[in-house]
C-alpha cells in the first residue's frame, strides 16, 4: 500500500474487538476500537477513517444502524462492512440501503472481512481517480473557450450560450477544418450536459449499414458476424450530446431512422423490437450546402427542418485572419505539452506569413503546420528560415495560379519541383533582407539567426551578385 489505510472497530465485545485490531495492525492498517455509539462518533470527529467494521447490537440504546448514518454524514466516502449474527440478516440488508458497503455473518472469517474491506477501498479509490481524470482531462483537453477575436464568431458564442442548456438539435455549417467539433465541443462541455457523454462520429466515414450499426446498435444475429449484442452511440449517449458530423453524407435510409428518433426519442436495435427511450441533444455538422442537397433529393428536408432549430456558420480562417496569431500560441502551449518542448513563440515574419496565407486547410492546417514546426524545431523561436528550410511550410506559402509562367502540368516529379520553390523563396527571402538591411550583410546574418559565412555561402550557391554596391537592378535573380 502507498499509504496506511485507518479503520474503526466498533463491537461490544473485547475479544472481537482486540482480534481484529491484531489482525489489522499486522496488515498495516491505523486501527481505532469503540465499544459504544458515543465512543465510536467521538473518534469518527477527531480522526480521518477509511473503513468502519460496525456489530449490529450495541451497548445503550443506539444502535449500529444509527451509527451507520452518522458515520456517513461526517465521511461520506467511508467503506462501511456490518458483521451480525445469522438471526439479524434483515437488518443487515437494510443497513446496506443506507450506507453500508456490505455485511458479513458471525463468527468472523477475518480473511474474508479484511477482502471486502480491500475490494470495496479499491472501487472507492478507482472512482475518485475517475473522477480526478476526468476534471483534468476537461481541464486540459476541453475548450471552455472556443478562441476567437472574430466579432463574427463572437456574436456565435454569444448566441450559443443563450440556448446550450436546452436539448434543441443544432446544425453548425462551415468548411472543413474550420473548427465544428470543437464549437459542439464547447456548446456539451459549458452546458448542462458536461457530466455526461460527449458522442461524436463522422457519417462521412461508415457505410450505410455500419453507421446503422454504429447509432443504434444489433442484436445477436440481426446480420452475419453479430455474435453479441452492441450497444449504439445513442445509448451511449444517454443524457449527454451525440454529435453527427457530414450530416450531409448520411444516406436516405439512415435519415429516415434519425428523423424518427429525433421525433420520438426512441429507437430499436438493429435486429430487435424493444423500444429503448433516450434523453440525447444533438448536434448535427456539415461542410456541404443542404440546400442543394435537398433540391437534387439526396437530403430529407423534414430531416433538415428538424436538425436546422439553430443554425451557426462558422466563418474560414481566412476571413478571420485576427485568430492566426491567437490559435499561434494556443497551438504552441499544447504541442510544448506534448513533446515535452520549450518553444517561446515564431518570429514575426513568420507571423506575417502565416496571416498573408490563405489557409485553405483553416484551423486544422494550421494545426498541423505548427505541430510539426515545435516537434522539428531546437530553439526557443521558430523562424521563417526554420520554417522554408525544414519544408514545413514550404508548400504552403505557394498561390501557384500567382506564379508568374508557372504550368503546373510541367511537374516532372514532387521532390525536384518542392527544391525548385524552395530555393526560389530562400532567395527571396535573403533578397528582402539584404534590402531591408541595405545590403549590409552582417546584420542581415544576424536577422535572419546565420552566420556571416553561412550567409555569403548562400549568396554565392544562389546565384545573388554584386550586392556591395547596394544597388538592387544589380543583383541577379
Known amino acids: 500500500m502507498e499509504r496506511n489505510y485507518s479503520v474503526l472497530i466498533v463491537d461490544d465485545e473485547e475479544g472481537i474487538r482486540h482480534g481484529l485490531k491484531t489482525f489489522f495492525n499486522r496488515r498495516n492498517f491505523d486501527v481505532y476500537t469503540a465499544e459504544d455509539f458515543d465512543a465510536a462518533l467521538n473518534i469518527a470527529r477527531s480522526n480521518s477513517l477509511d473503513a468502519a467494521i460496525i456489530d449490529l447490537k450495541l451497548k445503550g440504546s443506539r444502535t449500529g444502524i444509527d451509527l451507520i448514518s452518522e458515520l456517513k454524514n461526517i465521511e461520506p466516502e467511508i467503506v462501511i462492512v456490518v458483521i451480525t449474527g445469522y438471526g439479524s440478516v434483515d437488518t443487515a440488508v437494510t443497513s446496506m440501503k443506507i450506507g453500508a458497503a456490505d455485511y458479513i455473518l458471525k463468527p468472523i472469517d477475518n480473511q474474508k472481512l479484511y477482502d471486502i474491506i480491500i475490494k470495496n477501498l479499491e472501487l472507492r479509490n478507482l472512482k475518485n481517480e475517475n473522477i480526478y481524470l476526468k476534471s ?66 463522422n457519417c462521412a466515414a461508415l457505410s450505410k449499414e455500419l453507421l446503422l450499426s454504429e447509432l443504434f446498435g444489433h442484436e445477436k444475429g440481426a446480420f452475419t458476424g453479430a455474435t453479441s449484442r452492441k450497444i449504439g452511440k445513442f445509448e451511449i449517449a444517454h443524457g449527454g450530446t451525440l454529435f453527427l458530423d457530414e450530416i450531409g453524407d448520411m444516406s436516405p435510409d439512415v435519415q429516415a431512422k434519425l428523423l424518427r428518433v ?40 423534414d430531416l433538415f427542418y428538424r436538425i436546422n432549430v439553430f443554425s451557426f456558420e462558422i466563418p474560414p480562417l481566412k476571413n478571420r485572419k485576427e485568430d492566426i496569431p491567437l490559435l499561434i500560441k494556443h497551438f504552441i502551449n499544447k504541442y510544448n505539452k506534448r513533446y515535452k518542448k520549450h518553444i517561446k513563440d515564431f518570429d514575426k515574419d513568420a507571423y506575417s506569413a502565416f496571416i498573408s496565407h490563405n489557409w485553405p486547410g483553416n484551423v486544422r492546417e494550421l494545426e498541423n ?109
Open 136 to 201: 483534468e482531462l476537461f481541464t486540459r483537453y476541453t475548450p471552455f473557450d472556443f478562441i476567437t477575436a472574430n466579432k463574427e464568431l463572437k456574436d456565435i458564442i454569444a448566441r450559443i450560450d443563450k440556448i446550450k442548456n436546452n436539448p434543441v438539435t443544432i446544425l453548425i455549417m462551415g468548411e472543413t477544418g474550420t473548427g465544428k467539433e470543437m464549437l459542439a465541443r464547447y456548446i456539451h462541455f459549458t452546458s448542462n450536459r458536461r457530466e455526461n457523454q460527449f458522442v461524436p462520429i
Open 262 to 301: 429525433i421525433e420520438e426519442h426512441s429507437f430499436e436495435r438493429v435486429g430487435g423490437v424493444k423500444k429503448i427511450n433516450v434523453d440525447v441533444r444533438i448536434i448535427a455538422a456539415t461542410n456541404r450546402d443542404l440546400n442543394e442537397l435537398i433540391k437534387e433529393g439526396q437530403f430529407r428536408e
Open 369 to 477: 503546420v505548427i505541430n510539426q514546426a515545435v516537434l522539428l524545431t531546437d530553439k526557443e523561436i521558430v523562424t521563417l528560415e526554420n520554417l522554408i528550410k525544414s519544408r514545413i511550410f514550404v508548400p504552403y506559402l505557394i498561390d501557384y495560379n500567382e506564379m508568374e509562367g508557372f504550368d503546373p502540368d510541367s511537374i516532372k516529379d514532387l521532390k525536384s519541383t518542392i527544391e525548385s520553390i524552395t530555393e526560389s523563396y530562400e532567395k527571396r527571402i535573403l533578397l528582402h533582407f539584404l534590402r531591408k538591411n541595405n545590403f549590409n550583410k552582417s546584420k542581415t546574418a544576424k536577422r535572419l539567426g546565420i552566420t556571416r559565412k553561412t550567409l555569403d555561402a548562400k549568396i554565392k550557391n544562389l546565384g545573388i551578385s554584386d550586392i556591395s554596391g547596394g544597388d538592387i537592378n544589380k543583383i541577379e535573380y
